[in-house]
């Protein structure tokens, strides 16, 4: 579910540019729309505030005041009718930074003095701006103007060169970051900057920035909402289904189905041999394993260096050949460890291996509910353990 759940940003901000043109072509958009964007900042502030995700908070935050300072409020309020035209520059450049700075940072709150030097931060760039604008000081405005390449970029836009550069390094920085740690929030925030550099894109256009800066501020809402889903159900280790998730998914079992308990042999004694942090990347190892099991299973974390493997529809005898096959995998994968933190490092990784056992049951008259069924498992995988480990056992 997890990859689908990481599409959903994606399909939503294609969905809405086929729209947008589509409606700017033969239709009128509605003109309150820009007024609607604002009631999504507010809504994502909220929620950032509630779940005390700061992160979303303060990134919704710097596209509600980017979208005031981009319309006609900003000119009302100025008293300045070119004043969106001197600002533009600025903001554009400033924004993709922000959101790359406030996405970054941990979550230390929002009214705290953590939060409070967070706003002291927007605070200084509004002022910056403010007096740029205010006393039309070039030396200030200008800056944000300057071409990187002597050549004009074949793109027919108002974004200035030093707000594409800011936007292709902060797409890489973000790029390289969801590589090596895949998130929610993080995938989440890489749309949103990509909304966000098309409503700049089509800043000419009335209506383009509120469609796609609100656009972005719903993308949020939805990973707040899919980052508290993970939290609940996703075992924040491994990334596979937690217990929750089993519970809940074994309340959805009927008729024939099997299920098996996994346990990574003498796990204790890995860990004090080499420590939990290596402990941990092996059970985010056997975890990576167990999600390619075969034959319609699914893996959760049951809880310490046990897993459970559940097969609706399934017999023992269906089952058994999947649980094979994984366990052999499991047999077969390697761990490169580098040595513990502290000491010296290997120059070449050294090959550690683990295997697991597995007892599997399934539904029958005697073990008739779920809970049944999970308890046989258990007694079937303390079983293998007695037949020597490193086997399946029903």
């Known amino acids: 579910m997890m990859p689908i759940l990481k599409t959903i940003p994606f399909c939503l901000l294609a969905i809405v540019c086929i729209a947008y043109f589509q409606l700017m072509g033969d239709y009128m958009l509605p003109p309150n729309l820009a007024e609607l964007s604002y009631?999504?900042?507010?809504?994502?502030?909220?929620?950032?505030w509630w779940f005390n995700r700061g992160r979303v908070f303060f990134v919704v935050t710097v596209l509600a005041l980017s979208q005031c300072g981009l319309s006609g409020l900003a000119t009302s309020a100025a008293g300045m009718p070119a004043v969106t035209t001197a600002v533009f520059p600025v903001i554009s450049t400033l924004l993709p930074i922000n959101i790359f700075i406030f996405s970054q940072l941990k979550e230390r709150g929002i009214f705290t003095a953590w939060g409070l030097g967070r706003f002291a931060v927007i605070a200084f760039q509004l002022m910056y701006i403010a007096i740029a604008t205010i006393t039309n000081d070039n030396t200030l405005l200008s800056?944000?103007?300057?071409?990187?390449?002597?050549?004009s970029l074949p793109m027919d836009t108002a974004m200035p060169q030093s707000a594409i550069a800011a936007y292709s390094i902060?797409?890489?920085?973000?790029?390289?970051?969801?590589?090596k740690a895949k998130s929610y929030l993080n995938n989440a925030f890489i749309v949103v900057l990509a909304s966000s550099a098309v409503g700049l894109y089509l800043k000419a256009e009335s209506l383009a920035l509120p469609v796609f800066f609100g656009v972005a501020g719903v993308i949020l809402i939805i990973a707040v909402i899919q980052d508290s889903y993970?939290?609940?159900?996703?075992?924040?280790l491994t990334g596979v289904p937690a217990r929750r998730a089993l519970?809940?998914?074994?309340?959805?079992?009927?008729g024939e189905y099997a299920i098996a308990m996994v346990d990574i042999d003498f796990f204790k004694k890995f860990n004090d041999?080499?420590?939990?942090?290596?402990?941990?990347?092996?059970?985010?190892l056997v975890a990576s394993v167990l999600r390619q099991v075969t034959g319609g299973g699914k893996a959760f974390r049951y809880g310490g260096e046990e897993f459970t493997i559940v097969f609706p529809h399934s017999s023992i005898e269906e089952a058994m050949p999947h649980l094979e096959k994984i366990r052999e995998l499991v047999e077969k994968t390697p761990y490169?460890?580098?040595g513990k933190k502290g000491k010296a490092k290997r120059k070449s990784a050294k090959k550690l291996f683990v295997t697991i056992s597995i007892g599997?049951?399934?539904?029958?008259?005697?073990?008739?509910q779920p809970e049944a069924v999970v308890k046989a498992a258990d007694t079937a995988l303390y079983r293998a353990k007695k037949k020597g480990r490193n086997c399946v056992s029903k």
């Open 336 to 338: 490169a460890y580098f």
């Open 273 to 284: 041999t080499y420590g939990h942090d290596v402990g941990d990347d092996v059970l985010r």
């Open 39 to 48: 009631v999504i900042y507010g809504v994502g502030m909220l929620l950032g």
């Open 360 to 368: 599997v049951a399934e539904r029958s008259e005697k073990h008739s």
């Open 170 to 179: 902060v797409f890489l920085l973000f790029a390289l970051k969801q590589w």
């Open 143 to 151: 800056f944000f103007e300057k071409t990187v390449s002597g050549e």
């Open 230 to 236: 993970a939290m609940a159900y996703l075992d924040e």
């Open 247 to 254: 519970k809940e998914d074994l309340m959805k079992l009927r």
